[in-house]
């Protein structure tokens, strides 16, 4: 028997048919859901909505992403440091840099009374030194002269003395005239006022009432003269060497030095905020070298001119500096209060993320399961705080450390 064309045709479309009905029975279930990789057909629709072990997670839905969100468990949450918000002072203030300086209206250059040879130095640049304590000794002739006129000063007086004791014992007696008794009387005192000026110019020098006797009754006159420190302070500088002639007044100083109990500062502020400086306002200093430390000091002076290029004027700060910690040349930070306090919602500055267009977010929670990410605005910066103005309230749960590491995550997810 033979086959015709249309007979093949119709024979190869019965066929194929049965193998597409053989293929959905295999791969279909009779509910008309496929099934599911490494998962056995069900016939029970019901069964079938209990999950199965070896399903794949769904991708978050498009509305979680675009309230962004982040989903972490318990053990993931404990590295964010979650904490409510609370309320934090704030203080309204200006800034500005400058540099630390000696107080130049206690820096004291030291000069000998006379000129002479310097002999010995006791103090070196940085030493600390106290007021009274010997500083250098140098050997004047000046000196010795001044010495030499009280030795002489004070043997005419004894002498006189001696003569005026033996005039008023004849004057008893009758051996003595009236006239001649008068005229020892005013030779003694005219010898005792020379002994006293011979002292006092003798003390110029610096030296004590026992130097002083002690070289009367020796007739021994001492050439050291003992420059001593006018101030409690810091040695600055120091230009003098042994053997090196020194003399009040010259250009240098053979050693400065500085009480150094309080510091300036100087800084350089900009003149739009000039209308807020006020003489004697406090002000917080912070130095590099010394990190959260803050020292105190009040503006005493404020600059009569503005710089015409950089529209600063320089504002000059005592600081105080008890424990001699500041140095001259320290860069330093100055603030200082122009307001009020201000009280605020307040989160930690780890807490705040700076996002590529320039908007400030947080990242808040309720559940302690996800980490919502919220823009916010921030006013103040102190005390490792930013002050949030708007889109937070005291009390709400964010997430105090590793922000900025939740919004790059964020940022990777989306992609």
Same mark, same amino acid.
């Given at each position: 028997?033979?086959?015709?064309?249309?007979?093949?045709?119709? @024979?190869?479309?019965?066929?194929?048919?049965?193998?597409?009905?053989a293929?959905?029975?295999?791969?279909?279930?009779?509910?008309? &859901?496929?099934?599911?990789? @490494?998962?056995?057909?069900?016939s029970?629709?019901?069964?079938?909505?209990?999950?199965?072990?070896?399903?794949?997670?769904?991708?978050?839905?498009? /509305?979680v992403l675009?309230?962004?969100?982040?989903?972490?468990?318990?053990?993931?949450?404990?590295?964010?440091?979650?904490?409510?918000? &609370?309320?934090?002072?704030f203080?309204? !203030?200006?800034?500005?840099?400058?540099?630390? #300086?000696?107080?130049?209206?206690?820096?004291?250059?030291?000069?000998?009374? $006379?000129?002479?040879?310097?002999?010995?130095?006791?103090?070196?640049? @940085?030493d &600390?030194?106290?007021?009274?304590?010997?500083?250098?000794?140098i050997?004047?002739?000046?000196?010795?002269?001044?010495?030499?006129?009280l030795?002489?000063?004070?043997?005419?007086?004894?002498?006189?003395?001696?003569? *005026?004791?033996?005039?008023k014992?004849?004057? !008893?007696?009758?051996?003595?005239?009236?006239?001649?008794? &008068?005229?020892?009387?005013?030779d003694?005192e005219?010898?005792?006022?020379?002994?006293?000026?011979?002292?006092?110019?003798?003390?110029?020098?610096?030296?004590?009432?026992?130097d002083? /006797?002690?070289?009367?009754?020796q007739?021994?006159?001492d050439? %050291?003269?003992?420059?001593r420190?006018?101030?409690?302070?810091? %040695?600055t500088?120091?230009?003098?060497? +042994?053997?090196?002639?020194?003399q009040p =007044?010259s250009?240098?100083?053979?050693?400065?030095?500085?009480? %150094?109990?309080?510091?300036?500062?100087?800084?350089?502020?900009?003149?739009t905020?000039? +209308?807020?400086?006020?003489?004697?306002?406090?002000v917080?200093?912070?130095?590099?070298?010394?990190?959260?430390r803050?020292?105190?000091?009040?503006?005493?002076?404020?600059g009569?001119?503005? #710089? +015409?290029?950089?529209?600063? *004027?320089? $504002?000059?700060?005592?600081?105080? #500096?008890?424990?001699?910690?500041?140095? +001259?040349?320290?860069?330093?930070?100055?603030?200082?209060?122009? @307001?009020?306090?201000?009280?605020?919602?307040?989160?930690?500055?780890?807490?705040?993320?700076?996002? =590529? /267009?320039?908007?400030?977010?947080?990242?808040?929670?309720?559940d302690?399961?996800?980490?919502?990410?919220?823009?916010?605005?921030?006013?103040?910066?102190? #005390?490792?705080?930013?002050?949030?103005?708007?889109?937070?309230q005291?009390?709400? *749960? $964010?997430?105090?450390?590793?922000?900025?590491?939740?919004?790059?995550?964020?940022?990777?997810?989306?992609?």
């Open positions: 028997m033979g086959f015709n064309k249309k007979s093949v045709v119709v @024979g190869a479309g019965i066929i194929a048919v049965g193998l597409i009905i293929v959905w029975w295999f791969f279909i279930e009779p509910s008309g &859901e496929p099934v599911k990789q @490494g998962q056995a057909p069900s029970d629709k019901a069964a079938g909505t209990a999950q199965s072990a070896y399903e794949v997670p769904r991708r978050p839905s498009a /509305d675009s309230a962004q969100t982040v989903e972490l468990s318990a053990s993931e949450f404990e590295q964010f440091k979650i904490m409510p918000v &609370e309320e934090h002072d203080t309204i !203030q200006r800034e500005a840099v400058g540099n630390i #300086d000696f107080n130049q209206e206690m820096l004291v250059q030291v000069f000998p009374p $006379v000129s002479g040879k310097t002999i010995a130095l006791f103090a070196t640049v @940085g &600390e030194v106290k007021k009274g304590e010997p500083l250098y000794t050997e004047s002739p000046d000196l010795v002269q001044a010495e030499s006129a030795i002489s000063a004070a043997g005419t007086l004894f002498l006189t003395t001696r003569v *005026l004791k033996r005039n014992e004849l004057r !008893q007696l009758k051996a003595l005239s009236q006239k001649e008794l &008068e005229q020892a009387i005013s003694q005219a010898a005792e006022g020379a002994y006293k000026a011979a002292r006092n110019a003798v003390r110029i020098f610096g030296k004590t009432e026992k002083m /006797d002690r070289m009367v009754a007739r021994k006159v050439p %050291v003269l003992v420059v420190n006018p101030i409690t302070g810091r %040695v500088a120091r230009n003098a060497a +042994p053997g090196l002639l020194v =007044g250009s240098v100083a053979p050693y400065t030095l500085a009480d %150094v109990s309080t510091m300036w500062m100087m800084a350089k502020v900009a003149e905020d000039f +209308p807020t400086l006020r003489l004697g306002e406090e917080d200093v912070s130095v590099k070298a010394y990190p959260g803050v020292f105190r000091g009040k503006v005493v002076r404020i009569e001119s503005v #710089d +015409p290029v950089t529209h600063r *004027l320089l $504002v000059r700060s005592e600081v105080q #500096d008890p424990k001699h910690e500041l140095r +001259p040349g320290m860069f330093a930070t100055f603030a200082i209060r122009i @307001g009020s306090i201000v009280r605020s919602p307040a989160v930690p500055i780890n807490g705040v993320v700076r996002e =590529g /267009d320039g908007s400030m977010t947080v990242w808040v929670t309720t302690r399961k996800h980490l919502v990410k919220r823009t916010v605005k921030i006013g103040l910066q102190q #005390d490792e705080y930013d002050q949030i103005v708007e889109g937070l005291p009390g709400e *749960l $964010v997430a105090t450390e590793r922000a900025l590491f939740l919004s790059n995550a964020l940022t990777e997810m989306s992609r």
